[in-house]
């Protein structure tokens, strides 16, 4: 099917992280305000599990985001936005006609893709991450405009590796999936939304009854550390040390692990709601980053001397701990607090 | 764009592009900066790289002496285990870890292979024989 040439006229915006930045601009396309942080502090984009049966890229499975698509779903849930997701196609064809059709109405519209054979990537983050998203704007002869929030500009794409993309396999394989919003309401609740947006949060960090996902698997993780030169030898240890340290600073976290942008997300969001609470929890989390990029820091001298360690990792284990208890007493102090 | 001299990277494609970063200042503000990466998050990618390398070669080596078929050397290329091989091929597991062994690939139908050449982007002749 072809169809004629069209261009949304579309704003980019670098963000930190691809999902909430997608979303938000995406909101932003309809001529609403909503900045990257509350995308995501609305859409619960805050999480921890750590699967050590597991393994992504040779080293025990952690992340410090929720699942794809849940920033998204959420957000747009809880503010009361008419969006529409598609969650699999049957096939290749099916879906790139979708969204073929979905440009020629005019609506931007989000996909879900792997990043090992995105071509305009940057090299280095060239792994088989599948949790990626971008937002497609615009079709020109065999290419299709691009906005992926990780880069400064938009980029281009061709009919081939788009669909490819899209139909990544391995973990979380994409089959196509697509997002967009249908229309938004006049008035939207914005309190209310940050509200259960963040106690969502809350019940996820503390309050899910199994050991490894949340501020538990964070402490499960910390006593593993201490474990690892013993059980793998110090060439294993720092390499599973470096999957904690990429999945937190690199692939556009934004840094720490997500834990600024949601820091902003409550710094926002007191300052919006006047919330002295808030502003305090938003206090310490910016300090517990602070800590994460300390842990990263001294982390990565082990990783530049991998068979002589220069810290020990106890207590890099110490440090995991402390900074678990320090989101411990974040969470403990939003549970209680509702705007 | 910045002059970007941070020499931690190995390959000269890495490194190029500004990504947003965000911190916290002491004055109790978050702020945004479009940067390059710092030095240790340089060195954990690298690392990673590294690694991957080390099992690229490694694979060569084995392919190169008759202990393993090209397939455990495309594999470590494309950065795949038998798992996701498996998956993204559609063969299973099983076939495929007994497929790295010379003996079992030599006798392999034109139809397997062609999803071999399929999962990894790649014709038949360049799935037999290595760079």
Not at chain 1, 62 to 90: C, E, W
Not at chain 1, 114 to 127: A, I, K, S
Not at chain 1, 250 to 267: C, E, M, P, Q
Not at chain 2, 47 to 71: C, M, T, Y
Request: proline share 4%; net charge positive.
């Amino acid at each position: 099917m072809a169809i004629k040439d069209i261009v949304i006229d579309y704003k980019h915006r670098q963000a930190g992280h691809c999902e909430s930045g997608a979303t938000s601009n995406l909101f932003n396309f309809y001529g609403l305000d909503l900045s990257e942080p509350m995308a995501f502090g609305t859409g619960c984009g805050i999480y921890f599990s750590y699967l050590p049966f597991l393994k992504l890229m040779f080293a025990p499975m952690m992340s410090f985001r929720n699942f794809p698509n849940t920033v998204f779903h959420r957000s747009m849930k809880y503010l009361g936005v008419d969006a529409t997701v598609i969650k699999k196609f049957n096939d290749k064809k099916e879906s790139m006609d979708a969204l073929d059709r979905n440009l020629e109405k005019g609506i931007p519209t989000g996909v879900q893709v792997g990043v090992f054979n995105l071509t305009f990537f940057p090299p280095e983050y060239r792994q088989h991450y599948n949790m990626h998203n971008m937002v497609i704007f615009g079709k020109e002869g065999n290419n299709y405009h691009v906005s992926d929030t990780v880069m400064e500009d938009p980029q281009i794409l061709s009919y081939e590796d788009l669909a490819r993309v899209r139909w990544a396999k391995g973990a979380f394989a994409p089959k196509g999936k697509m997002y967009w919003i249908n229309n938004i309401p006049t008035e939207i609740d914005y309190r209310s939304a940050a509200n259960q947006g963040m106690h969502k949060s809350v019940y996820e960090m503390i309050k899910v009854p199994f050991w490894l996902i949340g501020i538990k698997g964070m402490r499960v993780m910390a006593r593993d550390i201490r474990k690892w030169p013993k059980k793998h030898g110090n060439e294993k240890a720092s390499f599973y040390l470096g999957q904690i340290l990429r999945m937190a600073e690199d692939f556009g976290t934004g840094g720490a692990g997500f834990r600024y942008i949601y820091g902003a997300f409550l710094k926002e969001s007191g300052e919006k709601f006047n919330n002295d609470e808030m502003l305090k929890a938003a206090d310490l989390m910016g300090k517990t980053a602070n800590r994460w990029r300390d842990f990263t820091y001294i982390g990565a001298r082990n990783c530049k001397n991998r068979a002589k360690p220069e810290e020990d990792y106890g207590m890099l284990g110490d440090m995991m701990m402390e900074i678990a208890e320090g989101e411990f007493k974040v969470f403990k102090m939003l549970d209680k607090i509702t705007i | 764009m910045e002059e970007n001299n941070n020499k931690v990277y190995k390959d000269e494609r890495y490194g190029k592009y500004r990504e947003m970063l965000y911190y916290y200042n002491e004055d109790g503000n978050f702020e945004k900066k479009v940067e390059f990466h710092g030095e240790p998050d340089r060195v954990i990618l690298q690392q990673a790289w590294d690694f991957f390398n080390e099992r690229k070669e490694e694979a060569r080596q084995k392919v190169l002496s008759g202990k393993a078929s090209p397939i455990a050397y495309h594999m470590e290329k494309d950065l795949l285990d038998p798992m996701n091989l498996g998956m993204a091929a559609g063969i299973k597991i099983w076939n495929v870890k007994r497929h790295l062994k010379p003996g079992p690939f030599k006798r392999l139908s034109e139809k397997t292979l062609q999803k071999y050449a399929d999962a990894f982007n790649i014709t038949i002749e360049e799935l037999k024989k290595v760079e």
